[in-house]
């Protein structure tokens, strides 16, 4: 390869030299852009999408920046001839990228500790071509009438009138006439063709009137949030308020005043396959649905969309995490709703937490951001007190139900019956609720039957080939399955340890194990099963959705599905059906993980319905149970601060976690402690090198740094990285850095 990474060659863009170059960034796993050669009379700018030749291949990049020269830098000394560049082989005629999103790649690169090439490549994903828009002929009417006018011509001429320039096949259909009729039109000079471009446009959302009146509070939050957007400069709001106290609708009077300004906006949501709900809420109050972004789209709607964005033509996306790096020409809004979900922390590839990134996003755009939540993040209450954030809050709306009753079920003095999973509280509580109609939910985040089978004769427990873990029986699939790696194999019939046949039990309950009893004991209920085993694909969750909404259901069994953004009104009474295995993780966001999700299943359940939640557990005398009992967010909250000041845990502090794998145990260490030792004199607490499970039949570590600065630390690792990158691939290791990680396991 000629093309020479990130060394200037040329002077600025434009100006007049032999050879001019521009460094191009392309959408690889590369440190920099790597500088091409402008061919005359091409002209190109930063942020421009230039086709370039790599090795064989052509691929599609774009001119970046050059860094900015001291007066000492030594500038067009360094580098090879600038006529050994390759050339740039033409300029695409999409919109540039703005310069706001350039900065966001470099920076989400800087911080990440991910390769610029990598972040780009999130940046360009699904935009498969870049030429001008596929045009395709559409006929309108406008010529003179044919001389002899049949009843079948007159009602495609009709249909004609109508609308906008329409296909031959199209126009046909409609007027229910043959092609042949459409075409003797258009010979006879009646019908005119045009070009219209195959992507039809987006339907442009207009501010109409909130669904409810506003509320006093309502108002005066909504004021607030259009004079930021109004300032055009870059601020943070947190949106605290219950659900059901109108934090959409107040958000929406944001989008308004965006629409009014003629900007863009993006509404970010969690799990974005499963908000059928709000997109239907969005369409009643703005008219048509939202442009979407997200990785259910087809190829076809995801180009249509970044070309529409790109052009400005798009004014609000609704969108998951990658939603992030589309080229808004002109965003002023960045919504971030539930913003305190783990679903908004990407786990592969280059590892973000969107949330965080928002903030940044926004920051490079002079955006301002809305962050919406029940039960706010930690790190987002940090920066309030830290004057950072502002915050607004709404209280319940007036006439709003009551928050429902939050009870402990202790399982020490209650325990359930031999064999059963319910304790008798909560089996009267189901039995109560069924007999008056209403709809009950029983939560438990274990998908399939059991977690473990084991052999009651040896003991042996039946374990992943591939991994440390044990394998889970699946009864719908008859098969066990490691939730790791997806092995998956049928159950034997005798025990792989001791080969007794017959002696392997099944351990703990999985959600198809609790419908299994639920069935038995209320066997005339309807019930259904919430898990992504259950439930394939985001039509079929929507329709079980809408059964349960209908009353179709008497039961729901569910797994962290139901906990995510759908409001089940008749539910009457939610049970955490095991709250106890949250907080047995070591890991210190197990607590706000526990009382987050009591405190949801309480926001979930009974809108109409008066509604009350059980929560079965061993510990019910903890901080997470008794807290979310009296729905004392705020105590929660601040009482958690508290304690992760004291241990300097995040948000005060922030992890970078390193971990590396590899075929066997000893490579991983090595490599960790040499890099440990590499960190020598920076700040910070190192912990580790510590053993993690065997995955995929590789041996895990990690390294974790706490510090108060990530950035030395992160610069320091990178390069460390790069110069063992060698001699790892030579051993088959391979790490990932993980900056602000969500989990530690
Ligand atoms: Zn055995
Ligand atoms: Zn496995």
Redesign the pocket.
Known sequence: MTARKGVPTGGPIGEEEKVRSVPVLLPLPLQGPYDYAVPDPLMVEPGDHVRIPLGPRELVGVVWDRPAQGPDDPGEEMGAPPQKLKPILARYPAPPMPVALRRFVDWVAGYTLSAQGSVLRMALRGVDTLETPRMRAGYIAGGPLPERMTPARARVLEVALDGPAQSITHLAERAGAGASVVKALIESGTLLPVAVPVDPPFAEPVPGAPELPLTDAQIEASESLRESVAARRFSVTLLDGVTGAGKTEVYFEALCQVLEEGGQALVLLPEIALTVQFLDRFETRFGCRPAEWHSDLSHSERRRTWRAVARGEVKIVVGARSALFLPFPDLRLVVVDEEHDRSFKQEDGVIYQARDMAVVRARCSDAAVVLASATPSLETLANIDAGRYHRLVLPARPGARTLPSVEAIDLRSMPPERGSWLAPPLVAAVNETLASGEQALLFLNRRGYAPLTLCRMCGHRLG?P??Q?WLVTHRFRSRLA?H??G?EAPAPKACPGCGTEGALVTCGPGVERLAEEAEKRWPEARIAILSSDAVEGPAALQALLDDIAEGAVDLVIGTQMVAKGHHFEGVALAAVVDADTGMALPDFRAEERTFQLVTQLAGRSGRDAPGRVLVQTYQPDSRPVTLAARHAVDEFLAGELERRRELGYPPFHHLVRVVVSGPGADGPKAVLTELRAGLEGLDGDRLGPAPLLR??NRSRAQLLVKTANPRPIAARMARLLSAAAPAMRRDGLTASVDVDPQSLS
């Open positions: 992943c591939s991994c873990t490691c790791h790696c092995y995955l995929r």
